[in-house]
T-cell receptor, first 113, second 111 residues
Framework: DQQVKQNSPSLSVQEGRISILNCDYT??????FLWYKKYPAEGPTFLIS?????DKNEDGRFTVFLNKSAKHLSLHIVPSQPGDSAVYFC????????????FGTGTRLQVTL | NAGVTQTPKFRVLKTGQSMTLLCAQD?????MYWYRQDPGMGLRLIHY???????AKGEVPDGYNVSRLKKQNFLLGLESAAPSQTSVYFC??????????FGPGTRLTVL
């Protein structure tokens, strides 16, 4: 039973364009959602997060949108840069569970020149 | 600050051998976690700890044991390695907020 799903294993976007990565979840008890970025042979690094009481959070080129009624969140990267090429993981925290995170399976983003 | 460090970076074991993976953090975090990452499966939680001397099972704990004798260290043990434990292992720590900080990973191959 996958509670956090990333249905697109890969995405290719041209440099300068917008990248949109999607994530769906099933557990209504999730109170925080996070995006992590992972380069090969490195650990995941935190990118941006959003509380379940908000619908948008922005940090520079990165914006996360949350649609609670649809149990869907998305990460927008504008403009996309070659250095953004990495695997992006969506994660969700369950309320009151030692801050444990449930991860999606990841989307590999390739930004082409 | 080194953040979260993991030892070793790579290891090859034979089936039935044992080993211990060490995770250390210098951020004074209370919470620590061990994950494994397999192709197409994202990161899955093995065990976690909410403080020195405490441990709890995560999503995939079978075949692993952990110890948190010191606040800054979290050890993951494999008593009798199996090929199914071939994976990349990540340690993470946090203050108890949502954001977790990850180490660089240990790539383990069990033959």
């Amino acid at each position: 039973d996958q509670q956090v799903k990333q249905n697109s294993p890969s995405l290719s976007v041209q440099e300068g364009r917008i990248s949109i990565l999607n994530c769906d979840y099933t557990n209504s008890m999730f109170d925080y959602f996070l995006w992590y970025k992972k380069y090969p042979a490195e650990g995941p690094t935190f990118l941006i997060s959003i509380s379940s009481i908000k619908d948008k959070n922005e940090d520079g080129r990165f914006t996360v949108f949350l649609n609670k009624s649809a149990k869907h969140l998305s990460l927008h990267i504008v403009p996309s840069q070659p250095g953004d090429s990495a695997v992006y993981f969506c994660a969700a925290r369950d309320t009151g569970t030692a801050s444990k995170l449930t991860f999606g399976t990841g989307t590999r983003l390739q930004v082409t020149l | 600050n080194a953040g979260v460090t993991q030892t070793p970076k790579f290891r090859v074991l034979k089936t039935g051998q044992s080993m211990t993976l060490l995770c250390a953090q210098d951020m004074n975090h209370e919470y620590m976690y061990w994950y494994r990452q397999d192709p197409g499966m994202g990161l899955r939680l093995i065990h976690y700890s909410v403080g020195e001397g405490t441990t709890a099972k995560g999503e995939v704990p079978d075949g692993y044991n952990v110890s948190r004798l010191k606040k800054q260290n979290f050890l993951l043990g494999l008593e009798s390695a199996a090929p199914s434990q071939t994976s990349v292992y990540f340690c993470a720590s946090s203050y108890g907020r949502a954001e977790q900080f990850f180490g660089p990973g240990t790539r383990l191959t069990v033959l």
